[in-house]
């Protein structure tokens, strides 16, 4: 059974930030990273991407195609020295250009607290000297949490005794959790999950999804990355689906559509594995 704390939280938060849940637009961003002195190298083409409040939308696409750099970008964490051109909107909060790179000082009102990251590599976003209950503890008076570590940690079915755990000593998949637990901790309305399932057997990577679609059905807008097909194919509450290609979107659709899609590419996405 899934911890259902969040989802009164999350419409109490939004209740008090006015009332008015957040989506998120990507609008015709571009985006150069620095990668030698003059030298900048073009990760996002021209991309657009709606996220409406309430949906949960999974981007796909092959390695290298700057998925996790979309995640970036909505979280205002592109490093210093980016080139950024479009927009983005997060709710009534409107960055343009380098804006968005997450220097402007609206981004500290935002991050946590509107907007949540599970960020790729879990294991590392812990600290390795402290335990996970003390640093999720730390994460949830910063961003005046709701909730309770042990209530974020049954909430993304990690055992409890997890908390008392330094990183090292936690699996690649109890990260994970702790990971989703941590960008749960601020009950942020639009939630971006990059590969939260990837270390996850099939069993918890479901848990997890059906986590994420609850967190989209309470109000939040959810962006979930990933390369796990099987599980996006049961997620039939997933609302719509965006193929990524070398920095760009190429399609974004439900899926159901996709999987007929004239693209040879996006339809391969959607092909069953034999
Ligand atoms: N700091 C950086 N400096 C230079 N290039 C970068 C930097 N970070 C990412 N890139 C490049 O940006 C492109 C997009 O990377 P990104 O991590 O967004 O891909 P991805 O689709 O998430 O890949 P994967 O599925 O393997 O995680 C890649 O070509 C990558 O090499």
Same mark, same amino acid.
């Given at each position: 059974?899934?911890?259902?704390?969040?989802?009164?939280?999350?419409?109490?938060?939004?209740?008090?930030? *006015?009332? !008015?849940?957040?989506?998120?637009?990507? *609008?015709?961003?571009?985006?150069?990273? %620095?990668?030698?002195?003059?030298?900048?190298?073009?990760?996002?083409?021209? !991309?657009?991407?709606?996220?409406?409040?309430?949906?949960?939308?999974?981007?796909?696409?092959?390695?290298?195609?700057?998925?996790?750099?979309?995640?970036?970008?909505?979280?205002? &964490? +592109?490093?210093? =020295?980016?080139?950024?051109?479009?927009?983005?909107?997060? =709710?009534?909060?409107?960055?343009?250009?380098?804006?968005?790179?997450?220097?402007?000082?609206?981004?500290?009102?935002?991050?946590?607290?509107? !907007? *949540?990251?599970?960020?790729?590599?879990?294991?590392?976003?812990?600290?390795?000297?402290?335990? &996970?209950?003390?640093?999720?503890?730390?994460? @949830?008076?910063?961003?005046? =949490?709701?909730?309770?570590?042990?209530? +974020?940690?049954?909430?993304?079915?990690?055992?409890?005794?997890?908390?008392? +755990?330094?990183?090292?000593?936690?699996?690649?998949?109890?990260?994970?959790?702790?990971? @989703?637990?941590?960008?749960?901790?601020?009950?942020?309305? @639009?939630?971006? %999950?990059?590969?939260?399932?990837?270390?996850?057997?099939?069993?918890?990577?479901?848990?997890?999804?059906?986590?994420?679609?609850?967190?989209?059905?309470?109000?939040?807008?959810?962006?979930?990355?990933?390369?796990?097909?099987?599980?996006?194919?049961?997620?039939?509450?997933?609302?719509?689906?965006?193929?990524?290609?070398?920095?760009? @979107?190429?399609?974004?659709?439900?899926?159901?559509?996709?999987?007929?899609?004239?693209?040879?590419?996006?339809?391969?996405?959607?092909?069953?594995?034999?």
């Amino acid at each position: 059974m899934l911890g259902r704390g969040g989802l009164a939280s999350t419409r109490h938060a939004a209740a008090e930030r *006015g009332g !008015v849940a957040m989506s998120a637009r990507l *609008g015709d961003v571009t985006v150069e990273v %620095a990668v030698r002195r003059r030298e900048r190298v073009r990760v996002l083409d021209d !991309v657009t991407l709606d996220l409406p409040a309430g949906a949960m939308t999974a981007l796909v696409g092959e390695s290298g195609c700057g998925k996790s750099m979309v995640a970036a970008t909505l979280c205002g &964490l +592109l490093s210093p =020295g980016s080139g950024v051109t479009g927009r983005l909107c997060l =709710g009534d909060d409107t960055f343009l250009g380098d804006e968005i790179c997450g220097r402007d000082p609206r981004w500290r009102a935002l991050r946590g607290r509107r !907007v *949540g990251l599970v960020p790729q590599s879990a294991a590392t976003s812990f600290t390795p000297v402290r335990t &996970l209950g003390s640093q999720l503890d730390e994460v @949830i008076a910063g961003l005046d =949490g709701a909730r309770e570590a042990v209530e +974020l940690c049954r909430e993304v079915h990690l055992d409890p005794d997890a908390l008392q +755990l330094y990183p090292h000593e936690l699996s690649g998949g109890m990260a994970q959790r702790a990971a @989703i637990a941590a960008a749960l901790a601020g009950d942020p309305e @639009i939630l971006v %999950a990059d590969e939260p399932t990837s270390a996850l057997d099939p069993d918890l990577a479901a848990a997890i999804w059906s986590l994420l679609v609850d967190t989209a059905r309470r109000g939040a807008a959810v962006l979930v990355i990933t390369h796990d097909m099987d599980t996006l194919r049961r997620a039939e509450e997933c609302d719509s689906v965006a193929v990524m290609r070398a920095g760009r @979107i190429v399609e974004h659709r439900a899926a159901a559509d996709l999987e007929s899609s004239d693209d040879e590419y996006v339809a391969a996405f959607f092909e069953p594995v034999s």
